[in-house]
């Protein structure tokens, strides 16, 4: 429990959600920003800064229930789609520095939810080197 996070203290109860799931170690609930209609959060309830940082059995947890929400947005929202994001860092958009998984039911291409990926490929990267940076060990 991280004193002043927000996603501790929904999960312990001090402040209250739109629950959709709750075991041991998982809460879903609905994000009170609701981008588009049915958007939930799924969290570990306990404190760790994000999703690179996790350690790998909850961040298995957090996905299965991501999984698992995103279906039931579908069948019982009539979504179209799903996108399911986790934002790591300030620089990445994450203003709650508690592990979470957005699952954003999609609509259609006019809904209010955007996701911008600009190909990038015309710039001269050396993709043999990137991938050689990055590789696994
Ligand atoms: P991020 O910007 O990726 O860190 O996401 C944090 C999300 O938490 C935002 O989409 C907020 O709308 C959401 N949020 C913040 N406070 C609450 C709250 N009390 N209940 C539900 N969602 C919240
Ligand atoms: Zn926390």
Redesign the pocket.
């Known amino acids: 429990m991280q004193k002043n996070c927000?996603?501790c203290q929904?999960a312990n109860g001090e402040?209250?959600?739109?629950k959709i799931f709750e075991d041991d170690d998982v809460l879903a609930?609905?994000?009170?920003?609701q981008?588009t209609k049915g958007?939930a959060?799924v969290i570990c309830k306990e404190h760790y800064e994000n999703f690179l940082s996790t350690p790998k059995d909850l961040v298995h947890k957090v996905m299965d229930i991501a999984q698992r929400v995103g279906q039931v947005q579908i069948q019982m929202l009539g979504a179209k789609g799903v996108n399911i994001?986790?934002?790591c860092y300030e620089n990445a958009?994450?203003?709650?520095?508690h592990f979470?998984v957005?699952v954003i039911p999609r609509y259609g291409k006019t809904d209010s939810f955007i996701l911008e990926m600009k190909d990038n490929s015309k710039e001269s990267l050396n993709l043999p080197a990137i991938a050689d940076q990055i590789k696994l060990k």
């Open positions: 927000i996603f929904i402040i209250p959600c739109h609930f609905l994000d009170i920003s981008v958007h959060l994001v986790s934002n958009g994450q203003s709650v520095m979470h957005h």
